[in-house]
């Protein structure tokens, strides 16, 4: 066989050069059945081909006015099957002849060009990056639309979207093509789940780009894939199953688009988002899911917000956490904390969710081991008590929260936890301003946590922490005294005031917390020993007035009180 091989390479050689278009065929032929029939290693026929030289040849072969520009194709897209091969057919010049080729309107040409084209740029970033710049996008789309009767050509061009639309610089071209339109089109006519399958492969990566987003809504998408739940909800094939996933995620993709989601949305009216409003009381654990995933992502503004917390999904959402308590699936949890975190931002919903329970709802999930969930909680809750005072009160005085909060703001390998338990620590005292608040944060050994959160490398953080440490000082310096001088924070006020980098917010409420720490005795000598008066002095030229007026009243107290 091995003979074979080499015989038809060396006659194809000479024909290719200078003979008939019969001949030359006939020696096509030779090769292709050689290829077919090899028994040896993908390695030994690489080395035979690539020693001949005739690939280079195979560039002059790949034009229209050729005989037999689709058996060329063909042979190359065999060989470049071995991953050996494709740099040598990229040296050997072969893509910009076979780009060319994709204009030609024959068929079994358009196959195997395309053929051999995703088998040399095959899992090769910088391969396909090119074919992009050479502007494969737009002819492959249209040659989508022209023979999608064809499932070859149709299965060839999706899979080189496939892999195409993988690139982030694809995005752009395919936003000003028509693949929304052509890829519903031939998304509607699919029967088979394994074409489906295609299709969605493309979808996923396409549906990223907002300006596709909305094209594929526009295009009716949304529709299909709302069928396509409605067929497999209660189906316990498996792919029906895998095939109600797909479809319900995509639909939560495309409302992660501004525009898209707004015209889905359609005022709380449009069809679709009642559709998505009956998942959530599903039974179905992937519908559930995709539901309350949906609604965090209609909940992106305010508008909305308030719309669908005055016409009860708040209700739906909690009724859904409750029968999540006990069995504990992760993924929904999360996303109906979403939901709810996010309805929680106008103010105006804040009251109205605080009068529904949804601060005990969220309780309910103190224990919960999982990071994901913790995080999502500790945000509603935060979200909830923004400027609500009795809110805040009541669950600053939570003993059993307050706890889980020292515990979770000391979750080093959880830096979100950890960040947005400091941070609810510090709006329970910023936003309830109670003396019973603050015993409870002390007693629970939170003053440390609130220390440390000044020095975060955030400046809200940073303030946040500085704000409510002020409010511990003014309201109940005696009871934190000692937790303070352990906390080491006049060391770190003092690093906060010294530091150049340090924001003009950050300097300014320091010098107030300064000035409210001087009424103790331990922290107002270690300030003097520290040297305070000198760090304030400096800050009375910064080039921020107000920094630069409390620095004046700051050195003032200091200089009194020393």
Not at 383 to 400: F, R, S, T
Not at 448 to 458: C, D, G, N, Q, V
Not at 515 to 535: D, G, R, T
Not at 537 to 560: D, I
Request: glycine share 4%; charged share 20%.
């Amino acid at each position: 066989m091995a003979d074979n091989l080499s015989d038809a390479l060396k006659k194809l050689k000479i024909t290719a050069v200078d003979s008939t278009a019969d001949s030359l065929e006939g020696c096509l032929d030779c090769l292709l059945q050689a290829l077919a029939q090899n028994s040896f290693s993908d390695t030994e026929t690489s080395e035979k081909i690539q020693k001949s030289g005739i690939l280079p040849v195979f560039a002059s072969l790949l034009t229209p006015q050729s005989s037999c520009p689709a058996k060329v194709a063909n042979i190359i897209a065999e060989v470049a099957k071995n991953e050996f091969m494709r740099n040598s057919c990229v040296d050997a010049g072969l893509i910009p002849p076979l780009v060319q080729l994709l204009n030609c309107k024959d068929q079994e040409v358009l196959l195997q060009t395309g053929r051999a084209l995703g088998n040399i740029c095959y899992d090769s970033h910088t391969l396909q990056s090119q074919l992009i710049n050479m502007g494969v996008i737009p002819t492959l789309v249209k040659l989508l639309g022209i023979h999608c009767q064809n499932a070859a050509l149709t299965e060839m061009c999706l899979v080189a979207f496939g892999n195409l639309a993988e690139l982030e610089s694809s995005k752009e071209q395919f936003a000003y093509t028509n693949i929304a339109e052509e890829i519903v089109k031939l998304f509607k006519k699919q029967i088979e789940h394994d074409k489906k399958e295609m299709i969605f492969e493309v979808l996923a990566p396409l549906a990223e780009n907002d300006i596709i987003k909305l094209q594929l809504v526009e295009a009716g998408l949304v529709e299909c894939l709302l069928e396509i739940v409605q067929k497999t909800v209660d189906s316990d094939k498996e792919d029906d199953i895998a095939e109600l996933k797909t479809a319900s995620d995509l639909m939560v993709l495309l409302l992660l688009g501004d525009e898209s989601m707004q015209k889905l949305f359609e005022g709380g009216k449009g069809s679709v988002f009642q559709r998505v409003l009956s998942w959530i009381p599903s039974n179905n654990h992937q519908l559930q899911l995709a539901g309350a995933l949906a609604i965090a992502n209609f909940a992106r503004n305010d508008g909305n917000c308030i719309h669908m917390v005055d016409n009860g999904i708040v209700q739906k959402l909690m009724d859904l956490l409750d029968r999540h308590v006990e069995d504990g699936n992760v993924t929904v949890q999360h996303a109906a904390l979403s939901a709810l975190r996010n309805l929680a931002i106008p103010v105006v919903n804040k009251s109205k969710m605080l009068s529904a329970g949804v601060a005990e709802a969220v309780l309910k999930f103190l224990r919960s081991e999982m990071p994901p969930v913790q995080f999502k909680l500790l945000g509603t809750l935060r979200m909830l008590i923004d400027a609500q005072a009795e809110a805040a009160e009541q669950l600053g005085k939570n003993v059993k929260l307050v706890e889980r909060l020292v515990e979770w703001c000391e979750a080093k390998d959880h830096a979100g936890v950890m960040g947005e338990s400091n941070r609810l620590l510090s709006a329970l005292i910023r936003h309830s301003k109670s003396k019973d608040v603050i015993r409870t944060i002390v007693q629970s050994g939170g003053i440390k946590h609130l220390a440390t959160m000044a020095t975060s490398e955030h400046v809200i953080m940073q303030n946040e922490a500085l704000v409510a440490l002020a409010l511990i000082a003014a309201l109940e310096l005696v009871t934190a005294e000692k937790d303070l001088e352990n906390a080491k924070l006049v060391q770190i006020l003092h690093r906060l005031l010294s530091d150049e980098r340090s924001a003009p917010e950050i300097k300014y409420n320091s010098m107030v917390l300064i000035c409210a720490l001087m009424a103790s005795e331990p922290l107002h000598k270690e300030m003097q020993s520290l040297a305070f008066l000198e760090v304030v002095s400096k800050l009375r030229s910064h080039e921020n007035k107000t920094v630069a007026q409390q620095a004046s009243l700051t050195e003032q107290r200091l200089a009194v009180e020393s």
